[in-house]
C-alpha cells in the first residue's frame, strides 16, 4: 500500500495554492457578504485549465480524474473559502464534464467537454424535489416524448448555480415511480439549455434565501412545458439511474473535500486565537479544555482524509465506492462541524463578532449535516447496507 498522492495530484496541489495564495480570508469574507461568484478566481483557475482536471485530454482536457478533482477542492477550501468554494468544482467540473465525459453521447462529448474545460460554459444538477426530499426515486418531475422532444413539467428544489449555468442536468421521470419496476427504472437524465428555456418562459426560477454559502444562490425551479430535444438525453432513456450513481458518489466525495478543506480553515483560526489571546498571564491555548478539542479536531481531518482519497481513487479504478463515499462524506462533514464549533468556543464572546470568520464558518459547517444528504441518511445506509441491520422503511 502507497498512501503517497500521485504526481498529479501534488501538481494540482501546487498549482492551485498558488493561485489561492493571492486571495486571503477578506477575499471570502467581500464575496460571501456581497453574495456574489469568486470571478476573480474562477478566471484564474479556466486560465490555468484547472477546471478541465476530468477532460480528457482530446478534449482539451487534463485526463485526470476524482482525486485530483477531490485534491482541487480541498485545496481551493482551505485556503480560506471554506463553504464558498463548495461548489466552484461540484458545479461545473463535477457534475458537468465528468458525467458528459462518462455518458455523454460522441455529439455531446464533441461539444460540451472542449467548453468545459476551458471554462467557456457552466453546468448545474437537478434532483432535490420539495415532496422528495432525500428520497430521490420518488421524484415527479415528468418527461413524455413528443415526436423528437421530450416534454418535461414539474419543479425542482435547491438547485445550486442556475443562474450562470449554460446546461442543466435535469433527472425525470419517463415511468412514474409507482409503476417503475424496480424503483430505480424509469429515470432519465436530459441536457437543458438553460439561457433558451428561460427565453422561451419554459423554465422559470426563484432564489432562496441562506444563513450561508452565499456566493452561490440555491433555487426553486419550474419546468412549464419545457421542450428538450431526444438527442439530450445524457446515458439511456429510463436508465438514468446509472448516470445518477455516477454523479451522486462524485458529489458526495468533492462536498466532502470541500468540507475537509473548510475544517483546515477553521482549526487555523482556532489554534491562531489560542496562541495569541491571553488571559490570567498566559496564551488561552495552554489550557488542556481549550488545546484538546482542537487536537481531537486535527485527528479526525487527518482520518477523514484518508478515506476520501480512497473513496476517489475507487471512483477513478470503476470500483464499487457507494460505502467509502459516504463515509468521507460523513466523517468530514463531521470534522468541519466540530472543527468550527471548537474554534468557536476557542474564542468565547469573540466569536460572535463578524470581526472574526467564526460566525461564516459555522454557517458554512452546519450545512454539511444536512445537505446533500443527511447525516441520518448517511447512518442508515451504513447500518442497513453495510452492517445488515432491519431496515426501518
Not at 190 to 200: D, H, I, K, Q
Request: hydrophobic share 45%; glycine share 10%; with cysteine.
Amino acid at each position: 500500500m502507497d498512501f503517497r498522492l500521485p504526481e498529479s495530484a501534488r501538481a494540482v496541489r501546487d498549482g492551485i495554492g498558488e493561485i489561492c495564495s493571492h486571495y486571503d480570508m477578506s477575499y471570502w469574507e467581500r464575496c460571501e457578504a456581497e453574495k456574489r461568484w469568486p470571478e476573480e478566481v474562477w478566471a484564474e483557475l479556466a486560465k490555468g485549465g484547472w477546471l478541465g482536471l476530468a477532460v480528457p485530454e482530446e478534449f482539451g482536457g487534463g485526463g485526470q480524474g476524482l482525486l485530483e478533482l477531490t485534491v482541487a477542492t480541498e485545496t481551493l477550501s482551505a485556503s480560506g473559502s471554506a463553504g464558498g468554494s463548495a461548489f466552484t468544482y461540484v458545479l461545473t467540473p463535477g457534475f458537468g464534464a465528468m458525467t458528459i465525459a462518462r455518458h455523454g453521447s460522441p455529439e455531446q462529448r464533441a461539444d460540451l467537454l472542449p467548453r468545459l474545460a476551458a471554462g467557456e460554459i457552466e453546468t448545474c444538477f437537478a434532483l432535490t424535489e420539495p415532496d422528495a426530499g432525500s428520497n430521490s426515486l420518488a421524484i415527479t418531475t415528468s418527461a413524455r416524448l413528443d415526436g423528437s422532444e421530450f416534454v418535461v413539467n414539474g419543479q425542482k428544489i435547491w438547485i445550486t448555480g442556475v443562474q450562470r449555468a449554460t446546461w442543466m442536468l435535469l433527472v425525470t421521470r419517463t415511468v412514474p415511480a409507482a409503476e417503475a419496476r424496480p424503483r430505480t427504472n424509469g429515470l432519465t437524465v436530459l441536457l437543458v439549455n438553460v439561457p433558451e428555456a428561460v427565453a422561451a418562459g419554459t423554465l422559470s426560477y426563484r432564489p432562496i434565501p441562506k444563513m450561508g454559502a452565499n456566493t452561490t444562490p440555491s433555487n426553486m425551479v419550474f419546468f412549464d412545458d419545457l421542450r428538450v430535444p431526444a438527442r439530450n438525453v445524457v446515458g439511456e432513456v429510463h436508465g438514468g439511474a446509472v448516470v445518477l450513481w455516477d454523479i451522486l458518489n462524485p458529489e458526495r466525495i468533492l462536498l466532502g473535500a470541500s468540507a475537509l478543506g473548510g475544517a483546515e480553515v477553521a482549526l487555523r483560526v482556532g489554534v491562531e486565537y489560542a496562541r495569541q489571546r491571553e488571559v490570567f498571564g498566559r496564551p488561552i491555548g495552554a489550557n488542556q479544555g481549550i488545546a484538546f478539542p482542537l487536537a481531537a479536531v486535527k485527528a479526525k481531518i487527518e482520518l477523514a482524509r484518508l478515506m476520501l482519497y480512497k473513496a476517489a481513487w475507487l471512483f477513478d479504478r470503476g470500483e464499487p465506492c457507494g460505502t467509502e463515499a459516504n463515509i468521507a462524506k460523513l466523517t468530514a462533514s463531521q470534522a468541519f462541524w466540530e472543527a468550527a464549533d471548537a474554534a468557536f468556543q476557542t474564542h468565547g464572546g469573540m466569536a460572535y463578532s463578524l470581526e472574526y470568520p467564526v460566525a461564516r464558518l459555522l454557517a458554512d459547517a452546519r450545512i454539511g449535516l444536512v445537505a446533500p444528504v443527511t447525516e441520518q441518511l448517511l447512518l442508515n445506509y451504513l447500518a442497513t447496507q453495510v452492517l445488515g441491520l432491519p431496515r426501518s422503511f
